[in-house]
């Protein structure tokens, strides 16, 4: 296979197709900066490569309102999102509630999805606009009028996306709400009712990090194996 010289480095065909996705992704950064500048500090714009989902976020425009920075990784619903969207035609999700630590902080989010030449994710582009003071002014205005067809949503019990977990939290938040679902003992568990969590928990997109199968087998108390085994016949399902 040829090879191409870059930098001083020599790169496959893999490396060429990372260059590539790379300038793609970057392309966005002043799309990012944009939309950052007329929505205004409330407003946080995101870029993920998930070339490299420990250290996703790329390009970030005022990170306060989450407290992340670039370096930092990727989203629970980012991941599950990926996970669902990234053979279909889907172009964007848009207006979702995501959450910060503790629930401080009430976001309306939507998602861009940044596809390479060949239609696959390689990124996204994420808009967070807090909307925490207009929720606190509705539910105020609404418990002044008090009528019960006002308060149809309890934000205070919503949020899809989790903005400030740590990599383990969110891969154990992950695992731990699938398995808490159906109220299962685990112990009491049949092997085909943990084949059908294995599904679930893959659905969400979790097994894209390294060391799940391990943290899953203790938890389930099955061997890696099995684990690899069911994973196998869902992809090929």
Not at 157 to 165: A, I, K, L, T, Y
Request: with cysteine.
């Amino acid at each position: 296979m040829r090879k191409i010289i870059l930098e001083g480095k020599c790169l496959n065909s893999k490396g060429r197709e990372y260059l590539k996705n790379k300038e793609i992704i970057e392309k966005y950064y002043p799309i990012a900066d944009y939309i950052a500048a007329i929505n205004g500090s409330n407003c946080e714009v995101v870029i993920h490569d998930i070339s490299d989902l420990k250290h996703s976020i790329v390009h970030i425009v005022n990170g306060n309102i989450t407290g992340r920075k670039a370096g930092g990784f990727i989203t629970n619903y980012a991941l599950e999102l990926l996970q669902k969207y990234d053979n279909s035609k889907q172009n964007y999700i848009v207006n979702y509630l995501g959450t910060t630590h503790k629930k401080k902080r009430i976001l309306r989010s939507s998602t861009y999805f940044i596809r390479n030449y060949n239609e696959k994710i390689i990124g996204f582009l994420c808009v967070n606009i807090d909307i925490s003071d207009l929720v606190r002014m509705r539910d105020s205005i609404n418990n002044m009028v008090m009528i019960n067809e006002f308060k149809k949503t309890d934000h205070n019990n919503v949020g899809r996306e989790n903005f400030d977990m740590t990599v383990d939290e969110l891969v154990d938040g992950i695992i731990q709400s699938v398995i808490l679902e159906p109220g299962m003992k685990l112990m009491e568990s049949s092997q085909e009712q943990k084949k059908k969590l294995i599904k679930k928990i893959y659905d969400k997109g979790v097994f894209k990090f390294k060391g799940t199968v391990n943290t899953l087998a203790k938890i389930l108390d099955i061997s890696t194996q099995s684990i690899y085994r069911y994973l196998k016949e869902i992809e090929k399902n």
